[in-house]
C-alpha cells in the first residue's frame, strides 16, 4: 500500500469535502433566504422602495437579486459613471488649459478644471504659466456656453457650496469663502474682489447671497466659534476676468473670434487626477465630478456640452450596462438621474478593471474609516468600500464588501421614496450587509 492513499480514506475525505461544500452552500443561501425576509417583512423597508444586487467577481455570478432591475434615484451614486468615465478618458494629469500661440499673444480656453486656486486641492502651475509668459494673454470663451447650474438642480440650493456653478474656467471653486474668528462678525474673505461685495443689510442666516447678483449680507451678531463658509458666486466672463488680472497682476484681453485654425492647439495640465477623484468620492464633493465630466467631454468631443459628452460615454463606454442609465449630470443632484441596481453592479466591475482594489479602496470612502462612511459600519479593520448617494427621501450605497473569508463581493443596496427616519434606514441596511459579510 505504500505510496497509494487507501481508497476507503480518499472515498471519507471526498464526502466530507461535499459535506463541507453543501453546508457552506446551505448556509449561504439560508443568509439569502433571512435578507429576503428582512426586506419584505421590515417595517423600516416597507416605507420605501428598495433594491438589492450582490455579485461574486471571482465567480462571475450574481449572488442576488432583489428589484435589481428597477430604476431608483442614485443621488451622488450618479459620481460613479463620473468617475468610470474619467478613468477611460483622462490620464495622470487634468488637462487645465487649451492653448495657442499666434504672433505675441497667447489665447487660452478653458477645459473644466476645477483645481485653479481651489482653497482644498494641491496648487496648480497654472497661475505660473500665465504670469511667467512674456505675450499677451488673450481669454477665449466656449462657443458653446451651457447653463451653469444642471438640469433637475433644486433652484433654492444657489447659495450652497455643493451647488456652486459649473464653467469652463473655475477660479476658487466658484464660490467666495468666508472665514470667522470667534467673536467677530467681519469675516476674512477670499478672494478679496468680493469685499466690496458685502451689503450693509444684515441677514438672519451668518451668511445669504443674493439669488440674482453678487451680493452678500452677513449676520449681525458676531460668531460663537471659528468657522469657515463657502458660498457660490454667480460666474461670468467679467467676474473671471477680474479675477484672473487680480491675482495675475497684468490684463488679459477677451476675444470673440477664435485664432486661425491650422495654428496647434497644446494642452497645458496641473495636478494629479486622484486629487480630484479623492474629494468627489469620499466627500461626495458636487463641483469636482461636475467639473470632472466637463474635462472627460472636451477631450473626447471637443465641446463643453455635457449632454454629448453623456451620450458619447453611454455608446462607447457603457453600452453593456444591463439596464440603460437615465444620465444628465456629473454629481447626481439632479432628480431626473435614475439607475438599476443591476447596472450599478456591471459598472462597479467595470471600475475595478480599471483600478485595482488597493487603489480603489484609498479613493472611495471607507466604512468606519474615512469620507461619508466615516461614521458607519465601524470594524477594527474596513469591510465596506462604497459610495454613498443622499437625496431627500433616497439613500443609496454601491461598492465593494470584503467578507470575513477574505472575498470581495459588490453590491448595488438603493432606497427610493422612502419616509422613514435615514438613520433608521442605514441601520437596517448595515445589518443586512454585516450578515453578507459573516456567511459568504
Known amino acids: 500500500m505504500t505510496g497509494h492513499f487507501p481508497l476507503f ?12 461544500f453543501l453546508a457552506s452552500c446551505s448556509a449561504s443561501k439560508k443568509a439569502f433566504t433571512g435578507i429576503d425576509k428582512e426586506l419584505n417583512t421590515s417595517p423600516i423597508f416597507k416605507k420605501g422602495f428598495t433594491g438589492l444586487a450582490v ?10 437579486e432583489y ?41 487660452f480656453s478653458g477645459t473644466g478644471d476645477p483645481s485653479l486656486l481651489h482653497p482644498d486641492l494641491p496648487e496648480s502651475s497654472v497661475i505660473d504659466f500665465l504670469k511667467n509668459t512674456s505675450r499677451e494673454l488673450v481669454y477665449l470663451p466656449p462657443l458653446k456656453s451651457e447653463e451653469p447650474l444642471g438640469p433637475g438642480w433644486a433652484w433654492d440650493d444657489y447659495p450652497y457650496y455643493f451647488s456652486a456653478e459649473r464653467s469652463d474656467i473655475p477660479v476658487f471653486g466658484n464660490s467666495v469663502v468666508f472665514r470667522f474668528s470667534e467673536g467677530s462678525s467681519e469675516p476674512e474673505i477670499i478672494p478679496e474682489i468680493f469685499k ?3 451689503s450693509s443689510e444684515h441677514s438672519e442666516e451668518r451668511i445669504k447671497r443674493d439669488r440674482r447678483r453678487n451680493i452678500f449680507r452677513l449676520a449681525a451678531t458676531p460668531a460663537k466659534k471659528d468657522l469657515e463658509q463657502k458660498v457660490p458666486f454667480i460666474t461670468s466672463e467679467e467676474t473671471l476676468l477680474k479675477i484672473l488680472e487680480d491675482t495675475l497682476g497684468r490684463k488679459i484681453a477677451l476675444a470673440r473670434k477664435h485664432p486661425e485654425k491650422n495654428l496647434t492647439k497644446k494642452t497645458f495640465f496641473s495636478i494629479h487626477a486622484d ?10 464633493d458636487n463641483f469636482m465630478a461636475e467639473q470632472l465630466l466637463r474635462i472627460v467631454t472636451l477631450e473626447i468631443s471637443d465641446t463643453l456640452s455635457v449632454k454629448e459628452g453623456i451620450a458619447h460615454i453611454k455608446e462607447n463606454f457603457l453600452y453593456d450596462l444591463p439596464d440603460d442609465p437615465v444620465w444628465v449630470d456629473g454629481s447626481g443632484l439632479s432628480r ?30 471607507a466604512g468606519g474609516n474615512s469620507g461619508t462612511l466615516k461614521n458607519q459600519f465601524l470594524h477594527n479593520e474596513p469591510f465596506i468600500f462604497a459610495k454613498t448617494g443622499s437625496m431627500s427621501n433616497n439613500y443609496s450605497l454601491n461598492g465593494y464588501l470584503k467578507t470575513e473569508k ?3 463581493l459588490i453590491f448595488s443596496f438603493m432606497n427610493s421614496n422612502y419616509t422613514v427616519a435615514s438613520p433608521l434606514l442605514k441601520q437596517e441596511m448595515e445589518k443586512i450587509l454585516r450578515t453578507i459579510r459573516t456567511t459568504h
Not at 55 to 64: A, G, S, T
Not at 79 to 99: I, N, Q
Open 55 to 64: 455579485y461574486d467577481p471571482e465567480k462571475e455570478k450574481m449572488l442576488y
Open 67 to 107: 428589484n435589481s432591475n428597477k430604476y431608483f434615484t442614485p443621488a451622488s451614486g450618479i459620481k460613479l459613471l463620473t468617475f468610470y468615465a474619467s478613468l477611460k478618458v483622462l490620464g495622470d494629469s487634468v488637462p487645465a488649459l487649451k492653448y495657442t500661440l499666434s504672433g505675441d499673444s497667447l489665447f
Open 336 to 365: 431626473y438621474n435614475l439607475i438599476t441596481p443591476g447596472s450599478m453592479v456591471k459598472l462597479l466591475e467595470k471600475i475595478k478593471v480599471e483600478r485595482n482594489y488597493e487603489n480603489l479602496f484609498v479613493l472611495l470612502p
Open 196 to 198: 466690496d461685495s458685502i
Open 406 to 408: 477574505g472575498k470581495i
Open 9 to 20: 480514506l480518499l472515498k471519507r475525505s471526498t464526502a466530507l469535502l461535499l459535506l463541507l
Open 275 to 284: 486629487s480630484l477623484y479623492r474629494p468627489m468620492l469620499q466627500d461626495s
